[in-house]
């Protein structure tokens, strides 16, 4: 073969490989446009779910990932720009929205559900009906660190009985929002306890120990009531009160376990990928129909509008962070 043949055919060849690379980078660019990623919170994340799927009947040709490493892990991959909504059972610390700020990333803050923190307890319990909020902080406090061990030194009509305590751990949401609600400051919790990311296993080590107390969300205790004793909280009212039915967290009458739950989504990915816009407000129109079903409680109707409103003005920042434990959401949107 001439020089000019094996030039010819090398030039072909070249060509076709760039265009292969074309090609191959064109699709991938096309799919990263549908792909929408969602990781976060294990409170929420069966709404995430549900309108995920649902959004993928609506849009065959959408692809969205969700997962759930906790508020905080989701938190971190958020900011470092590895996914593009975070799932969160509290709001956004500051230290995290600076942690965003050095990537170039802001957020819109929207609220799409609230839940109760249900106190459970094991159902051969038949002395713990109602707590205060000073015997759960007698409890849980940092203080209480191996020291508060035994019922009777919560209060004295209790057995003198081992207190087995589960929770989620430390890095959750759920830990940070009970832990502010009861004790009055962030991270004031004790160590002494049985932690899990999966409050499926928190609901499973109450259920299999009579000497136990622990909290999880609403959902966990409705999927296990046969399994648990749900106990009243005494509200700043001096009124014991329960997450269910679950009026009593709509109507801000469980304070001050009743919360919001949040997404917080990258302003650039809703700038920059049509799919994450088309997402968001597929989600705000119609979570509602999932949210009860999975075990949390619609916003108040007169939400709804205003975060859509908000993700259509491109709204930044947090507005919840001002919020104190039992506030009504409206509040604050």
Same mark, same amino acid.
């Given at each position: 073969?001439?020089?000019?043949?094996?030039?010819?055919?090398?030039?072909?060849?070249?060509?076709?490989?760039?265009?292969?690379?074309?090609?191959?980078?064109?699709?991938?660019?096309?799919?990263?446009?549908?792909?929408?990623?969602?990781?976060?919170?294990?409170?929420?994340? @069966?709404?995430?779910?549900?309108?995920?799927?649902?959004?993928?009947?609506?849009? @065959?040709?959408?692809?969205?990932?969700?997962?759930?490493?906790?508020?905080?892990? %989701?938190?971190?991959?958020?900011?470092?720009?590895?996914?593009?909504?975070?799932?969160?059972?509290?709001?956004?610390?500051?230290?995290?929205?600076?942690?965003?700020? #050095?990537?170039?990333?802001?957020?819109?803050?929207? @609220?799409?559900?609230?839940?109760?923190?249900?106190?459970?307890?094991?159902?051969?319990?038949?002395?713990?009906?109602?707590?205060?909020?000073?015997?759960?902080?007698?409890?849980?406090?940092?203080?209480?660190?191996?020291?508060?061990?035994?019922?009777?030194?919560?209060?004295?009509?209790?057995?003198?009985?081992?207190?087995?305590?589960?929770?989620?751990?430390?890095?959750?949401?759920?830990?940070?929002?009970?832990? !502010?609600?009861?004790? %009055?400051?962030?991270?004031?919790?004790?160590?002494?306890?049985?932690?899990?990311?999966?409050?499926?296993?928190?609901?499973?080590?109450?259920? /299999?120990?009579?000497?136990?107390?622990?909290?999880?969300?609403?959902?966990?205790?409705?999927?296990? !009531?046969?399994?648990?004793?749900?106990? =009243?909280?005494?509200?700043?009212?001096?009124?014991?009160?329960?997450?269910?039915?679950?009026?009593?967290?709509?109507?801000?009458?469980?304070?001050?376990?009743?919360?919001?739950?949040?997404?917080?989504?990258?302003?650039?990915?809703?700038?920059?990928?049509?799919?994450?816009?088309?997402?968001?407000?597929?989600?705000?129109?119609?979570?509602? #129909?999932?949210?009860?079903?999975?075990?949390?409680?619609?916003? @108040?109707?007169? =939400?709804?509008?205003?975060?859509?409103?908000?993700?259509?003005?491109?709204?930044? /920042?947090?507005?919840?962070?001002?919020?104190?434990? %039992?506030?009504?959401?409206?509040?604050?949107?």
């Amino acid at each position: 073969m001439s020089f000019y043949s094996k030039f010819k055919c090398q030039g072909l060849l070249t060509s076709l490989v760039v265009l292969t690379l074309g090609i191959t980078s064109c699709n991938r660019a096309n799919e990263k446009a549908t792909e929408v990623s969602i990781d976060g919170a294990a409170v929420g994340f @069966p709404i995430s779910l549900a309108v995920a799927e649902e959004y993928e009947k609506a849009s @065959p040709k959408a692809n969205v990932s969700v997962a759930s490493s906790g508020t905080g892990g %989701g938190i971190s991959k958020f900011c470092a720009g590895d996914i593009d909504i975070v799932g969160a059972s509290r709001t956004i610390r500051d230290e995290e929205i600076k942690t965003c700020a #050095k990537k170039d990333i802001t957020f819109v803050e929207i @609220p799409i559900a609230l839940d109760g923190i249900a106190v459970i307890a094991n159902r051969q319990n038949n002395f713990v009906q109602c707590l205060t909020i000073d015997e759960l902080k007698k409890m849980w406090n940092a203080k209480a660190t191996n020291k508060i061990k035994t019922w009777n030194q919560v209060n004295p009509k209790f057995p003198n009985k081992p207190l087995k305590l589960y929770a989620p751990a430390s890095d959750t949401g759920t830990f940070d929002y009970f832990t !502010q609600a009861i004790t %009055g400051k962030a991270k004031n919790g004790r160590t002494d306890y049985t932690p899990s990311h999966n409050q499926n296993i928190l609901v499973q080590g109450v259920a /299999g120990d009579e000497n136990a107390l622990g909290y999880v969300g609403i959902s966990y205790y409705l999927q296990n !009531q046969d399994k648990l004793n749900l106990v =009243a909280v005494e509200s700043p009212k001096g009124k014991c009160e329960k997450p269910v039915p679950v009026d009593n967290v709509v109507k801000n009458i469980y304070t001050p376990l009743s919360r919001p739950l949040f997404i917080y989504v990258s302003k650039k990915s809703l700038d920059s990928k049509p799919a994450v816009k088309d997402f968001v407000n597929f989600y705000i129109e119609n979570s509602w #129909k999932w949210v009860e079903s999975v075990g949390y409680v619609s916003l @108040p109707d007169e =939400a709804y509008p205003k975060v859509k409103q908000k993700v259509a003005n491109g709204t930044t /920042g947090t507005k919840f962070k001002k919020a104190k434990p %039992g506030e009504p959401i409206t509040n604050f949107i």
